[in-house]
């Protein structure tokens, strides 16, 4: 007789996953590459001085884009209510070359942060994301899957845009090519109105 079971996936991290379906054009090459004269070492790799990099009027139509994947990530996957609307605190270019990496880390004081592909080598470069929960019994599994890995990686092409909650622990391992890898990264806050008077947990932003 054979066995009939179903799986349910409990408490999930949704981490939304599209492309801005279009090349970047002559000015905002020629804009990201001017950030990158001015950098500071990060953990691992380097950033941009510049933090408000979204807010130049060059990436105007850019950034609608990206508000536009935001919306739809707040609005139709998490289900927000539309009594708060999301808004982009800052926006930074990273740049990882070869032995260089992007340390484990998660964005405080944000509730959603995004990543945007500008120069990646295609089917090398990734985002790694790790797991939070701790499994108290380990064993080498025959193979991995999203019920028994810690950290999972997610492979990245030029103009995908990546969007989590900003507690998610991410980073990148040390790159082994000489390519590099430059990102547009983003922290999201909302405005508005949380909660209900009479679950005693209502908040005004």
Same mark, same amino acid.
């Given at each position: ?17 599209? +492309?801005?379906?279009?090349?970047? %054009?002559?000015?905002?090459? &020629?804009?990201? *590459?001017?950030? /990158? =004269? #001015?950098?500071?070492? +990060?953990?691992?790799?380097?950033? %941009?001085?510049?933090?408000? &990099?979204?807010? *130049?009027?060059? /990436? =105007? #139509? ?144």
């Amino acid at each position: 007789m054979k066995d009939r079971f179903s799986i349910i996936e409990l408490f999930p991290k949704a981490v939304y996953i599209s +492309n801005i379906e279009r090349p970047f %054009s002559k000015k905002e090459l &020629i804009f990201f *590459d001017k950030n /990158l =004269k #001015n950098i500071s070492p +990060n953990v691992g790799n380097v950033s %941009s001085f510049n933090s408000r &990099i979204l807010n *130049d009027i060059i /990436l =105007k #139509n850019l950034k609608k884009q990206i508000d536009k994947h935001i919306e739809n990530y707040i609005y139709n996957i998490l289900k927000f209510n539309k009594r708060i609307k999301p808004f982009i605190t800052q926006s930074w270019l990273n740049v990882t070359n070869k032995d260089q990496h992007h340390h484990t880390h998660c964005h405080s004081n944000s509730f959603i942060s995004g990543v945007l592909y500008i120069s990646v080598n295609e089917g090398q470069d990734n985002i790694k994301f790790y797991s939070r929960d701790r499994n108290f019994f380990e064993d080498i599994p025959i193979e991995y899957n999203r019920y028994n890995s810690t950290n999972w990686f997610i492979s990245v092409k030029c103009g995908d845009l990546i969007l989590f909650r900003s507690d998610l622990q991410h980073g990148v391992d040390r790159k082994i090519e000489k390519f590099n890898r430059i990102s547009l990264a983003f922290n999201v806050f909302i405005k508005g109105s949380l909660g209900e008077e009479l679950h005693f947990n209502k908040l005004e932003l």
